[in-house]
Each structure stands twice: as structure tokens, then as C-alpha cells.
């Protein structure tokens, strides 16, 4: 749908009967000719019920003129200018399906909009976009006739024209005997792949393409309208609780719990205090990770901070001593200033503070959320932005905010005596476990950014692993013995017992499947040489983006990308599996990643020899064993049969 402005303009426009044209005057010529000459052909004079057929729609530019892109991104010098976005509609016809618009390359042009000079990506010179059209099997032979309605705004270096709506009308017959191609070179550009796109056909599929899926399964609003915007803000807020659900948070949450629950004997205000600043400390965390996105256009996702090294190694040790102190071992004593980093401080500081720290806990999962919120944000204005950053923090901060309001849901939990102890002592270990993971996480970044890491043996990538699965053992033991020593009662000795098998499943689980992958790799370094190479020797080439501190990475790794029968095909003849570490920034994938217009992993990209290094076929943040293989069958399959080609 058009944006409001644009529908304004149009009437504005009618009423006035003042042409575009009028305004054309900029550079002295009076005799110039339009600005914009906007041109429409199809690739067919008859088609057979079955084939396809293409429209191209040809915007040629006078010279110093230009207009926005489909999807205009704006550099920060221009983050106040109101971009009109070049736009394609047809209407519905009988038996006609219109796939998704293969839109022109865009160009730099250097504008003064400003005063100043700043790069802008526009279409300009002969720019040709092409919708593809699918003929039903059953459409009833006959003429058709297509009105090709088109909206953009000329600009030249200085001024934007008024905003301009043309129609163009294209004709064909739909013929059971033949299909007669038009000669035109017009249609040398157009990419025939898309017909074997699924998912650039359906509703939407004219309107820019493919719309974001929150998780990959909910399609997201678009994002330049009102609807669009709280439609983020709501899916980020799904996406903040989530990550009190992955295991980079979980194991904190009943720590500040039992904070809440020890508080709440003494004073239900106070309880309710402890808990608004712990949901204040989330939201707080989340607001910073927006202000850099939001005015800082190379920081993107915001889990990248664990490719620096001593970040994530700092916050390994962090949690270790948090961890040893939690279990009894010491007690942190801080002067009085600097007590808030003590997690079981009794003050809004110290709760504050544990906010902070459970945020940036779920920074190694925010992958799983990335992809589909902040692609989009990355071209929003700040304030969208900060919005959606802040939804993301109330979502996150939700099972806090909940504890406050009802605090007589935690007093079910035991506040004094063996027991609570016992949970404490359960929660040290795992925050152990936790520790390992992130202090395993930085050296492995230290080692990878001193170009030394492929020097040493496999199993030092193990190694942390071992030490988070020793860990979770060790809970599943002292949880065990400790149950049996406290009560007799049948119940409580079986709850916790399985709770304990868990304990040791998970962890032993995980030692041993990240033993097996590293000791059976199948996986080829990446290279952007060795990706073109690959794929102009005839092979399908899957290429996951991953790294050592992104858990969302290893479980879809361990879940979908090892198991059969996604393995068999990776290792199949006629696939090549790259993998791009991204552990440390200085990983050759990165730039390669955000190429691909992506900005958070885990990623997945599938690339067909006939789509090329720079147009994968198929990409997904979170996937199924079903839709990885039917993405490796897509791109061995290339252009279908019936793939309308250009004529010579």
C-alpha cells in the first residue's frame, strides 16, 4: 500500500492540474525533456495457459535526475529528509499471478539537499524493473490488458519534483496453441530464478518483496506505518521474553527470585520495589544497545560484542565469581558505594545492577530475535528505533515486572533453611557452567584474532565444553544427595531427582555432541574465493554463519545441520557446506554477511551455480530440517523447465 504523503500528493496534483514538468527548469534548458519518461512491455505477444510471461518497466532518467529507491535507505545526513520510495502496482486479473518485482541496482549520486555533499543510493540512467507473471493452467485463452500503474518522485541533486503516479497499459493474448516471445533487449536483465521462488508469489509479493518472519514463522508489518511500527514493538517485546527462555538467562531468573522471595517475608513494598528495579535495570540495558543502532549505522547487532574477546571473557568472569559466592564459598564484601554488584544486595542499585547483568546475558541468544527486528530498524528513524528496543527490554523485563505486581507468587518458594540453600547452591553451579561457556568463548576469540587458533588441535575447541558438562553434572549430584538428605517425602526426592537426570542430560549432551562435530567436521572454511569457485564448478554451496559465543548457532547446528537427513546431503556429492566463523570481528564473514543485507546470525544462505556468490536462493535466522533440504532441492533444481527466457 502507498504511503499517505504519496496519496496526498496525487490529489494535491489533480486539483492543482500542475504537471511535474512544470518545475523542470532547474538547469536552464526549457527545451529539456522530462525528467522521468517512464516506459512498460511485456516479454510475450501470446502465452500458453501454464508458461510465464515478464513485464519490464523502464524509468529513464534525464540527465541529473534520479529518484528513490524501492526501499530508500537514508544516510544519517538525510535522516530528516522524507523519501517517497519508487513503487509498482497491477491490478487483480483472472487466471494472472504476479510474483515478486525484480528490481533495478541502484546508483550513487552525490546530493545537496543538505548544503553539504552526501551519497545516495537512487535508481538513475535507464533503470528497468521486471514483474513476473505466472499464467494459471486453466486461464481462459483471450486478450488481456494490464494497467502498470507507477509511482516515484524526481529529484536532481538539490530538489525533489512533486511525487508522480503514471499508468502504463501493456497487452497479450492467452493462447492454448503457442507462446511467441517479443523481441526486446529490454528483458536482458531479468533474473528467471524468481519462478522457482516460493516465496516471491502470494499477496504482498509486489509490495518489496518477501516480508520479515519473526522467528521465521510470523510474518512482520511493514514497518513505515503506524500499524507497522507497534507491530515491531509488539513481535520485539515476544522476542525479549523469549530470551528469558534460552539458556544464556534461564539459569539466572531463580537467583533474583529468591532476592524477591527473601524480601517479600519482610515487606511486600519492598519486595515490589526489588522488582521494578530489577525490570528497570532490563529495560535500561536495551534502551543503551538502541542508542548505537540507532545513531550509529556500522553497530547492528548488538551481540557482536562477544567477538571482542575480553568482553566475553570479562563476563565469564563475572559470573564464575558470582557463581562461587552464590554457593557460600565467600561473601562479596564491596565498600558501600560500590555495593550494587553484589546480586544479592537488598537495594534498588544492586537490584538495578542485576537487571543489567541478566540483559546482557541474553545478548549471546539475541541472534534468534535479530534477524527479523533490527534488518528493519537498521533503516528506521532513531525514535522507531529506541522503540523498538525499549519494547524489546519490557518483554524481557516481564517475568520482573510480574514478580512485583504479585509478589505472593514467589512465596511459594522457600525463603529460610536447607532447602533454599540447596537451590542456591544448585544455582552456583550452574552459573559455573554458565562461566565456562563465556570464559571458553573469549579465549577461543583471543586465539581466532591472534591467527593462531587453526594452529592447535581440534579438541581445544572442547574444552569448555567438558567444563560447562562437568558443571551440570556436579548439580545433578549434589541436587540428588542433597534431596535425599533433606526430606523423606516420595514426592520432592522424585521431582528433583528428574530434575537432576535433566541436569546431567543437557550437559553431557552437549560435551559430547560438540566433541563429535569437531572431531568429525565435514565443514570447509569460508572464502569468498572459495564460495564463486565452488559454485562455478557446478556445486549447490550451503553456507552457515555461526561463531563460538552464539548458543542459538550450536543448537541449530546440533539439531538440523547434523542430523540426517540434512548431513547426508551436505556431504553428498554436489554440496559444498562453508562455514563462516564469525567469533571474532575480524572474521572475513562478517563483510560477506552484511552483504547478504543480513546483520544477525544464526544465518543460513543456500546458494544454486546459476544464482551466483551474491543472490542466494534461499536464507533463513532459524530453519527445519525440511526447509533446509527443501532449499538444497530448490537450488539444484535452477531455473525450471518452463522458465521463460529472454529472446536473442
Known amino acids: 500500500m502507498r504511503p499517505l504523503s504519496l496519496i496526498v500528493s496525487m490529489l494535491f496534483s489533480a486539483l492543482v492540474a500542475s504537471p511535474a514538468s512544470a518545475q523542470f527548469d532547474r538547469f536552464g534548458d526549457e527545451e529539456a525533456a522530462e525528467p522521468v519518461v517512464v516506459s512498460a512491455g511485456v516479454s510475450v505477444a501470446t502465452v500458453r495457459p501454464g508458461d510465464q510471461a515478464v513485464i519490464a518497466v523502464t524509468l529513464a532518467f534525464a540527465e541529473h535526475y534520479h529518484a528513490y529507491t524501492n526501499q530508500p535507505v537514508m544516510p544519517k545526513a538525510l535522516a530528516d529528509v522524507q523519501a517517497i520510495p519508487t513503487e509498482i502496482a497491477t491490478p487483480d486479473a483472472d487466471g494472472l499471478e504476479f510474483g515478486r518485482i525484480q528490481w533495478p541496482d541502484s546508483k550513487t549520486a552525490v546530493v545537496l539537499f543538505t548544503g553539504e555533499p552526501v551519497d545516495l543510493e537512487v535508481y538513475a540512467g535507464t533503470a528497468i524493473a521486471y514483474v513476473p507473471i505466472k499464467v494459471a493452467p486453466d486461464a481462459t485463452p483471450g486478450a488481456r490488458s494490464i494497467d502498470v500503474t507507477v509511482s516515484y518522485q524526481a529529484c536532481d541533486d538539490t530538489v525533489c519534483l512533486m511525487p508522480t503516479t503514471v499508468v502504463r497499459t501493456v497487452t497479450f493474448d492467452v493462447s492454448p496453441d503457442e507462446t511467441e516471445l517479443t523481441e526486446s533487449d529490454a528483458f536482458a536483465g531479468f533474473d528467471p530464478t524468481v519462478f522457482a521462488d516460493r516465496d516471491a508469489w502470494g499477496e504482498g509479493a509486489l509490495e518489496g518483496g518477501p516480508k520479515s518472519k519473526f522467528l521465521g514463522l ?120 560500590v555495593y550494587m554488584v553484589n546480586p544479592k544486595a537488598d537495594s534498588p542499585q544492586g537490584s538495578f545492577m542485576f537487571g543489567v547483568m541478566t540483559a546482557v546475558l541474553g545478548l549471546p541468544c539475541f541472534g534468534f530475535v535479530a534477524g527479523a527486528l533490527l534488518a528493519g530498524a537498521a533503516t528506521m528513524p532513531p525514535a522507531v528505533v529506541m522503540v523498538i528496543f525499549g519494547a524489546m527490554g519490557v518483554g524481557m523485563a516481564m517475568p520482573y515486572l510480574v514478580l512485583a505486581a504479585f509478589p505472593g507468587l514467589v512465596k511459594k518458594l522457600p525463603r529460610t533453611g536447607p532447602a533454599s540453600e540447596l537451590v542456591k547452591q544448585v544455582m552456583g553451579l550452574l552459573m559455573i557452567a554458565a562461566a565456562a561457556y563465556f570464559i571458553g568463548a573469549g579465549v577461543i576469540a583471543l586465539l581466532s584474532g591472534l591467527g593462531v587458533m587453526h594452529k592447535l588441535p581440534w579438541w581445544i575447541k572442547a574444552v569448555h565444553w567438558w567444563a560447562i558438562g562437568i558443571a551440570m553434572a556436579a548439580a545433578c549430584v549434589w541436587l540428588t544427595v542433597q534431596t535425599i538428605r533433606i526430606t523423606k517425602k516420595i514426592g520432592p526426592r522424585v521431582a528433583f531427582s528428574g530434575l537432576s537426570a535433566l541436569f546431567l542430560f543437557v550437559g553431557g549432551w552437549a560435551a559430547v555432541n560438540r566433541t563429535e562435530h569437531l572431531m568429525h567436521n565435514f565443514w570447509i572454511d569460508y572464502s569468498s574465493e572459495g564460495l564463486a569457485d565452488s559454485l ?75 544464482s551466483g556468490p551474491d543472490r542466494p536462493v534461499w536464507v533463513g535466522n532459524s530453519y527445519t530440517s525440511e526447509q533446509v533440504m527443501g532449499a538444497i532441492a530448490l537450488a539444484r533444481e535452477g531455473a525450471p523447465e518452463q522458465v521463460l527466457t529472454p529472446a536473442p
Open 218 to 337: 510470523v510474518e512482520l508489518p511493514g514497518a513505515g506505518t503506524l500499524g507497522g511500527v507497534l507491530g515491531l514493538a509488539f513481535f520485539a517485546a515476544i522476542g525479549g521474553f523469549v530470551l528469558n527462555l534460552t539458556p544464556c538467562v534461564l539459569p539466572v531468573i531463580p537467583i533474583k527470585v529468591m532476592t524477591i522471595s527473601q524480601h517479600a517475608g519482610e515487606s511486600r513494598s519492598r519486595a515490589l520495589m526489588l522488582g521494578l528495579w530489577m525490570a528497570i535495570g532490563v529495560v535500561a540495558f536495551w534502551l543503551g544497545i538502541g542508542v548505537p543502532v540507532a545513531f550509529i549505522a556500522q553497530v547492528t547487532d548488538p551481540s557482536i560484542i562477544f567477538g571482542i574477546w575480553w568482553v566475553t571473557l570479562g563476563i565469564g568472569v563475572v559470573i564464575l565469581v558470582m557463581g562461587v559466592g552464590i554457593m557460600g564459598m565467600f561473601q562479596i564484601k564491596l565498600p558501600q558505594s
Open 536 to 610: 562455478a564448478e557446478g556445486n549447490v554451496v550451503v553456507l552457515d554463519f555461526t561463531a563460538e559465543w552464539c548458543l542459538n548457532c550450536k543448537a541449530l547446528e546440533a539439531a538440523v545441520l547434523s542430523q540426517q537427513p540434512v548431513r547426508g546431503e551436505l556431504v553428498g556429492p554436489g554440496v559444498v557446506p562453508l562455514v563462516a566463523d564469525l567469533t571474532n570481528l575480524g572474521a572475513p564473514g562478517w563483510e560477506t554477511l552484511r552483504g547478504l543485507d543480513q546483520i544477525g546470525i544464526p544465518f543460513l544462505a543456500v546458494f544454486s551455480p546459476e
